[in-house]
C-alpha cells in the first residue's frame, strides 16, 4: 500500500482536519487571544494530527505488504487465512474475519462437491460392473450360436464392453492411488494379454502383429498398463489402412525403457498431432469415420502421468505411440 493511495483513501478526513483547523484559528482570531498562542495550539493540533495519520498508515501499510508478500509465496492461495495474523486495526479485523467465513463456506461447499462426485463415481463403477454380468451372458449366447447376425451382434457387444471399460477407468482415473499396486511388469506378458483380448478383430482385419525384445521388466500397474496398450491397440485396428501391421517393441536405456507401439494405418494430421491427448478431441479422421469418442487417447495421457510414466506420439508415414518407463523401484504417484 503506497502513501498516495493512503492519501486517496483518507481525504475526506484530511480536508475535515484542515476545516477544522481554520475554525479554530477564526474562532480564536475572533476573541483576540494572542497570536503566538493561536499559532501554538494550531501547530499543537496539527502535528497530533499528523502523528495519528503516520502512525496509522504505517501499521497498515506493513500488514498489507505483509499480507501480499505472503500470498506471492503460496502456491495454494486460499490456504492464506490459515497464515495469517490478526490485525489491529478495525477494518483489517473485518476483513480478516470475512475471509475466515468465505473460506469456511468454501470448504463446506468443497466437500460437498466431492462427497456428491464420490458418490456419482461409486454408482457408476456399481453399474459399470452390474451391466457387465448380463454383458457377458449376451456374448456367450452369440458365440455359442454361430450366424452372420450374431457375428455383427457380438461385434457391438464388444464395443459396448470396451466402452464400460473406458467409464470405469475414467471413474477411477481421480483416484490411481486407492485401486494401483506398482512392482515389476514384464512388457511380453501384458502385451500378450491385450493381444488376446484383441484377437477377433486382429484376425477379422487381417492386421499383421510384430513383437520385438519385449522381454524387458518395467516398473508399473499392470492392470493399467494393459488398459493404455488396449486403447492404444484399439486406436490402431480403427484406423487401419491397406495391408495392416501393427509392430510392437522395446528398448532399454540408461535412465529408462520405452515400449513403442507403431502403425501403419491412416495417420494422424500434422496440425492435429499436438492435440490428440486433448480431452474430447477427435481428429478430422476420428470424424470422418465416426469411430471415436476422443475419450480413449486422453484417458492414456491422464493415467500415465499419474503412473509416473511418458506417453508420446508421432505420425508420418506411420504412427509411432511410445510409453517411457523410468528405472525406479519408487514410483510416486501424482
Known amino acids: 500500500m503506497s502513501l498516495k493511495d493512503y492519501i486517496k483513501d483518507q481525504i475526506i478526513s484530511i480536508v475535515v482536519a484542515i476545516v477544522i483547523i481554520l475554525l479554530i484559528w477564526l474562532i480564536l482570531w475572533i476573541f483576540n487571544l494572542p497570536l503566538f498562542l493561536i499559532t501554538y495550539l494550531l501547530v499543537l493540533f496539527g502535528f497530533g494530527y499528523i502523528f495519528l495519520f503516520s502512525y496509522?498508515?504505517?501499521?497498515?501499510?506493513?500488514?498489507?505488504?505483509?499480507?501480499?508478500?505472503?500470498?506471492?509465496?503460496?502456491?495454494?492461495?486460499?490456504?492464506?487465512?490459515?497464515?495469517?495474523?490478526?490485525?489491529?486495526?478495525?477494518?483489517?479485523?473485518?476483513?480478516?474475519?470475512?475471509?475466515?467465513?468465505?473460506?469456511?463456506?468454501?470448504k463446506e461447499h468443497i466437500n460437498e462437491i466431492h462427497y456428491q462426485h464420490s458418490e456419482l463415481k461409486e454408482y457408476i463403477e456399481m453399474w459399470c460392473h452390474e451391466v457387465k454380468t448380463p454383458l457377458a451372458t449376451c456374448l456367450m449366447i452369440v458365440e455359442n450360436n454361430p450366424s452372420s447376425i450374431n457375428q455383427s451382434i457380438q461385434e457391438e457387444l464388444v464395443k459396448i464392453e470396451n466402452y464400460l471399460q473406458q467409464v470405469l477407468f475414467y471413474a477411477r482415473s481421480e483416484n490411481v492411488e486407492k485401486d494401483y499396486l506398482?512392482?515389476?511388469?514384464?512388457l511380453n506378458e501384458v502385451v500378450n494379454t491385450v493381444i488376446k483380448q484383441n484377437k477377433k478383430d486382429l484376425i477379422s482385419k487381417r492386421i499383421k502383429i510384430e513383437l520385438n525384445n519385449l522381454n524387458i521388466q518395467v516398473y508399473s500397474d499392470k492392470k493399467w498398463l494393459e488398459f493404455i496398450l488396449n486403447q492404444i491397440i484399439n486406436n490402431a485396428i480403427k484406423y487401419v489402412n491397406q495391408d495392416p501391421v501393427i509392430t510392437i517393441s522395446a528398448k532399454k536405456y540408461q535412465d529408462h525403457d520405452e515400449l513403442m507401439i507403431c502403425d501403419n494405418g491412416i495417420g494422424i494430421l500434422k496440425d492435429e498431432i499436438d492435440r490428440v491427448f486433448d480431452k474430447g478431441f477427435t481428429g478430422t479422421n476420428g470424424r470422418s469415420n465416426k469411430k471415436s469418442t476422443g475419450i480413449g487417447l486422453y484417458l492414456c495421457k491422464k493415467l500415465c502421468l499419474r503412473l509416473n510414466h511418458e506417453i508420446k506420439i508421432f505420425s508420418?508415414?506411420?504412427?509411432?505411440?511410445?510409453?517411457?518407463?523410468?528405472?525406479?523401484?519408487?514410483?510416486?504417484?501424482?
Open 316 to 334: 508420418n508415414e506411420k504412427t509411432t505411440v511410445t510409453i517411457i518407463f523410468p528405472h525406479s523401484s519408487f514410483i510416486t504417484l501424482r
Open 56 to 106: 496509522n498508515y504505517l501499521r497498515k501499510r506493513n500488514y498489507y505488504n505483509n499480507m501480499i508478500k505472503l500470498l506471492d509465496k503460496l502456491d495454494q492461495k486460499y490456504l492464506i487465512t490459515e497464515l495469517l495474523d490478526k490485525p489491529n486495526f478495525i477494518e483489517g479485523k473485518i476483513m480478516v474475519d470475512s475471509l475466515y467465513e468465505i473460506d469456511k463456506a468454501m
Open 182 to 186: 506398482i512392482k515389476e511388469v514384464n
